[in-house]
Nanobody, 124 residues
Framework: QVQLVESGGGLVQAGGSLRLSCVASGRSFRRDAMGWFRQPPGKEREFVADINWSGGRPSYADSVKGRSTISRDNAKETLYLQMNSLKPEDTAVYFC?????????????????WGQGTQVTVSS
């Protein structure tokens, strides 16, 4: 069974930091682009960041650019999202996704596998 399992979410004060992790099991995604997405309360899911198969060419949404870093460790089949200077508007359920067959980018509509999500709540 293929699974993506996120962890690292929680409640944090504005200005704080969190590091999200997404561990893959059941198949390897080391040849696939992967990304992070989020769904704020009452809103649609949106792109946060993606990364190519080798850990290069990161791309970020304007809303998190300069405050977040996406990375991956293919040996550990793990995707990360380091988020700093968190704001209340970052409050959302964060999902990781894998785009099989795509090596350089992972847009939301191309995600084939989704994690279950992890809640991030930023208090003001």
């Amino acid at each position: 069974q293929v699974q993506l399992v996120e962890s690292g979410g929680g409640l944090v004060q504005a200005g704080g930091s969190l590091r999200l992790s997404c561990v893959a099991s059941g198949r390897s995604f080391r040849r696939d682009a992967m990304g992070w997405f989020r769904q704020p309360p009452g809103k649609e899911r949106e792109f946060v960041a993606d990364i190519n198969w080798s850990g290069g060419r990161p791309s970020y949404a304007d809303s998190v650019k300069g405050r977040s870093t996406i990375s991956r460790d293919n040996a550990k089949e793990t995707l990360y999202l380091q988020m700093n200077s968190l704001k209340p508007e970052d409050t959302a359920v964060y999902f990781c996704g894998a785009c099989t067959g795509r090596t350089f980018s992972c847009p939301e509509h191309e995600v084939d596998y989704w994690g279950q999500g992890t809640q991030v709540t930023v208090s003001s």
